[in-house]
């Protein structure tokens, strides 16, 4: 991107321009990471403590509950607190499976983003994961939009436009599709009915990309795109986060509960049957 830009800029002998456009492209390529960022960094610290503080309650709290019941001489337990008992067990005498299958899945991911069949299933993965699927979407779509809007506004063909633009979405799937459709430019289709062809873009991009290019501002009209999706990004953040939050809280609230409860029912079935004879 950097290069093809300052080359468009020096063969067109606008290469301050060029510049000018870049810095105003990354301003707004930084700006994007930093809401989707500072977005998910609430929910991001929820989910770690919500982690800690099972694992603390599983790994420390129950077994001493456990040694409790033990002393006390309960031997049925109720089915939760067996449960719970049973997976506690595994995570303290066996840790290092747990351990071991966490390192597995990370160091997987990592090779298998090196790798051009796994990267595209990684990529494939972000694209249709529930809710953050479409935001991911958005995301690339506004990447493409401000690339391809930036380089052409700069003098760089169109060909040339569209490999840049495909090695920036940092998406294989979308990547793809770019590629795809540039291969048709070559062989003299216009823009909109590839990308159309993909099913990766919505009808408004292609419907606005063909408008663009027939009445010969292509360019503006992509950075119009770039500025709806840009601003459905912002919109979905926020909806997001503030579904989240709450939905996090009552998730972890509801774990916490059913660990608690799950301790105290054979404190609760020791008394019960202490008053029972009693009376």
């Known amino acids: 991107l950097f290069v093809g830009l300052v080359r468009a800029g020096e063969v067109g002998g606008t ?44 790994t420390f709290v129950l077994p001493k509950f456990m040694s409790m019941f033990k002393d006390l001489g309960i031997k049925d337990l109720p089915g939760p607190t067996a449960l719970l008992n049973a997976i506690s067990h595994f995570m303290v005498k066996y840790w290092y499976i747990a ?29 249709k994961f529930p809710v953050f699927g479409p935001l991911n979407h958005k995301v690339a779509i506004s990447r493409f939009a401000r690339t391809l809007s930036t380089l052409l506004s700069s003098g760089v063909p169109i060909l040339q436009a569209m490999e840049t633009v495909a090695g920036t979405v940092s998406n294989d799937i979308m990547s ?20 159309q062809r993909s099913k990766m873009f919505p009808p408004m991009v292609v419907q606005m990309v063909a408008i663009g290019q027939e009445s010969g501002a292509l360019d503006p009209m992509l950075a119009k795109i770039a500025d709806f999706y840009e601003d459905e990004v912002d919109a979905a953040l926020d909806s997001l986060t503030a579904a989240l939050e709450p939905l996090l809280i009552v998730g972890l609230g509801g774990i ?11 404190l609760i079935s020791v008394i019960s049957n202490l008053t029972g004879d009693s009376g």
């Open 15 to 58: 290469l301050e321009e060029s510049l000018q456009r870049l810095s105003q492209f990354l301003e707004k390529d930084v700006e994007l990471r930093r809401k989707v960022k500072s977005a998910l960094t609430y929910p991001a610290l929820v989910l770690i403590f919500s982690v800690l503080i099972v694992l603390g309650l599983m």
């Open 99 to 127: 351990a071991a299958i966490a390192a597995g899945l990370f160091f997987g991911s990592k090779f298998a983003a090196r790798t051009k069949k796994g990267r595209r299933f990684l990529d494939l993965i972000k694209l």
């Open 176 to 195: 793809d599709a770019i590629l795809s459709a540039r291969t048709s430019i070559r062989e003299g289709e216009q823009i909109a009915g590839p990308l």
């Open 256 to 266: 916490v509960g059913f660990i608690v409860i799950a301790m105290f029912m054979p």
